[in-house]
């Protein structure tokens, strides 16, 4: 029988199998810079003034984390922006734009949660504007737009931390320490499956969703850069290959279901310096849905990390459970608000995730993505509370998706039935 160890989510303790340690000291300081923020004035510490730009849809679990801190203490809620006005009372002033917002009131840091095209410029004003921020995934919508922020925030001095929520699991450095020391013997090979479900009001949630471009800019949404982007910053950063020169050839085999632009099942393999090539097999027209999984395979077991939900387990060389363990998980805007007082470094720093920019440099310029074939989805209908919605359910999608993550094949390489009718969409990219 496994052994299974359960950490508090918010204390320092790292388990695996019965061994502890319960240090004090937090247990991964980041690449990211720590200095002092300003949120000192003289001997008279102060709550640090935050700025929260996108209150709806993803952006409202932001706004009502600051008004929870702000309930202790530790934050002060100066403004939100967005273009259309709260849903509750923050006690706050309202505004549309960011940069009359910063004219007006004085902020520390800057929360952005707003469609990815308007990412580059509202950094870039918070920046400017003198305060640290922390930027949902992906931090841009190209490769060009990342360096250029990269360059702003090195000349303002300023911090900026990327919104990858699953990098703030304690998971990431255990498991980084546990590979090298060779845990599971030498890692082989990383394989990631996603198999979510989405109806499609998901795809009319917002202008942008499903978009690779829009009104003449860049988007890049889609199952490989959005909704499991995480897996694979998890997975590069826990190999050690978290910045795009450890990054290699990509290869990508994108299909849709869905009438939208990008793609919503996709393989993608991924080469880097580490030697251990990734493949990721994910859809979100599956029949039900599952957490998504990242399992490191080595030659004398493998690791299986669901990282949605901060748990692991370690099998042996025939598959057999040995050891499970929870894991712990910092926020990242106390994290942040933590560097600003140089008490900690960043643990998504804006330079740790040029690695995840390169995949979504290679999907922008990449073709679109094939249609897949009508007869091979059903639709089933999702009661709402406006109504009916409906969801596409793609024909042995989990079958394939498992396949593919498990084998390290592609959709087309493996014989998927959507990748083999009408042609293939595999490409490769160095």
């Known amino acids: 029988m496994a052994g299974i160890a359960t950490a508090p989510r918010r204390a320092s303790l790292h388990v695996w199998d019965g061994r502890a340690d319960t240090g004090r000291r937090p247990e991964y300081r980041g690449a990211g810079r720590a200095r002092p923020g300003r949120g000192r004035v003289g001997s008279v510490k102060r709550a640090p003034a935050i700025v929260v730009v996108g209150i709806h849809g993803h952006g409202a679990g932001h706004l009502r984390?600051?008004?929870?801190?702000q309930d202790h203490g530790r934050t002060r809620l100066a403004a939100t922006v967005d273009l259309q006005p709260p849903e509750v009372e923050t006690g706050a002033?309202?505004?549309?734009?960011?940069?009359?917002?910063?004219e007006a009131v004085d902020?520390?840091?800057?929360?952005?949660?707003?469609?990815?095209?308007t990412h580059l410029e509202l950094a870039t004003t918070a920046l400017s504007g003198g305060c640290d921020v922390l930027l949902e995934k992906p931090p841009t919508a190209s490769m060009e737009d990342y360096h250029r922020l990269q360059m702003t925030a090195d000349r303002s001095g300023r911090l900026v931390q990327v919104g990858f929520q699953a990098l703030g699991s304690t998971a990431v450095p255990w498991l980084r320490r546990a590979l090298a020391a060779e845990m599971i013997g030498s890692v082989r090979a990383v394989g990631i499956e996603g198999c979510w479900s989405r109806p499609i009001s998901y795809w009319r949630r917002a202008r942008w969703a499903g978009r690779r471009s829009l009104d003449g800019r860049d988007v890049v949404d889609g199952v490989l850069t959005n909704p499991f982007a995480h897996a694979f910053a998890s997975a590069l950063t826990i190999l050690g290959c978290g910045r795009s020169d450890a990054v290699g050839p990509i290869t990508l085999d994108q299909y849709r279901v869905n009438d939208i632009q990008a793609d919503d099942t996709s393989t993608a393999r991924i080469q880097n310096r580490a030697g251990?090539?990734?493949?990721?097999?994910?859809?979100?027209?599956?029949?039900?849905?599952?957490?998504?999984?990242?399992?490191?395979?080595?030659?004398?077991?493998?690791?299986?990390?669901?990282?949605?939900?901060?748990?692991?387990?370690?099998?042996?060389?025939?598959?057999?459970?040995?050891?499970?363990i929870e894991y712990g998980r910092r926020d990242l805007l106390c994290n942040l608000l933590s560097a600003r007082r140089g008490e900690e470094e960043l643990l998504v720093p804006l330079e740790s995730v040029s690695g995840f920019m390169v995949l979504l440099e290679t999907v922008r310029l990449a073709p679109d993505p094939r249609p897949i074939a009508p007869e091979l989805v059903t639709w089933r209908d999702e009661p709402t509370a406006d109504g009916l919605d409906r969801a596409p359910v793609l024909r042995d999608a989990a079958e394939w998706v498992h396949r593919c993550a498990s084998t390290g094949q592609t959709f087309r390489e493996a014989g998927a039935p959507w990748a083999t009718a009408g042609g293939s969409s595999l490409r490769c990219f160095s």
């Open 93 to 102: 002033p309202h505004w549309e734009t960011l940069r009359r917002c910063l």
């Open 276 to 324: 251990v090539p990734i493949t990721a097999a994910l859809t979100l027209c599956a029949g039900s849905e599952a957490p998504p999984l990242i399992t490191f395979y080595g030659d004398q077991g493998a690791v299986v990390l669901a990282y949605t939900e901060d748990r692991a387990r370690q099998l042996d060389a025939h598959g057999n459970t040995v050891a499970a």
């Open 107 to 117: 902020a520390d840091v800057v929360i952005i949660a707003t469609p990815i095209a």
């Open 65 to 69: 984390h600051v008004l929870e801190l």
